[in-house]
């Protein structure tokens, strides 16, 4: 199936890829992870409130899964 995401959906879990990455990086270096922690679970509520996840096309895991293939993308994230 093909799924239309709302762009504000889209920009942030591709915010959520990329404050994650930089987490990753403050952790390596053993500073400032409290702030990226904090951004990330900002990023996750936003995440998991949008109302898309209500509509009928939303309402399903595959939907999930479907955002997280896209922004990994479009993130330059890895799988």
Same mark, same amino acid.
């Given at each position: !199936? ?8 889209? @920009? *942030? /879990? %591709?915010?959520?890829?990329? %404050?994650?990455? /930089? ?6 270096? /053993? ?7 904090? @951004?990330? /679970?900002?990023l996750s509520?936003?995440?998991? *409130? ?11 895991? *595959?939907?999930? !899964?479907?955002?997280?293939?896209? %922004?990994?993308?479009? *993130?330059?994230?890895?799988?």
């Amino acid at each position: !199936m093909r799924y239309t995401f709302p762009h504000d959906l889209l @920009r *942030a /879990q %591709t915010e959520w890829y990329a %404050t994650y990455r /930089q987490l990753a990086d403050a952790a390596e270096k /053993q500073t400032g992870t409290a702030a990226h922690r904090r @951004r990330l /679970q900002q990023l996750s509520a936003r995440i998991a *409130a949008h109302p898309y996840w209500r509509t009928p096309p939303g309402n399903t895991p *595959a939907a999930r !899964m479907a955002l997280r293939k896209v %922004t990994r993308s479009l *993130a330059g994230a890895r799988p």
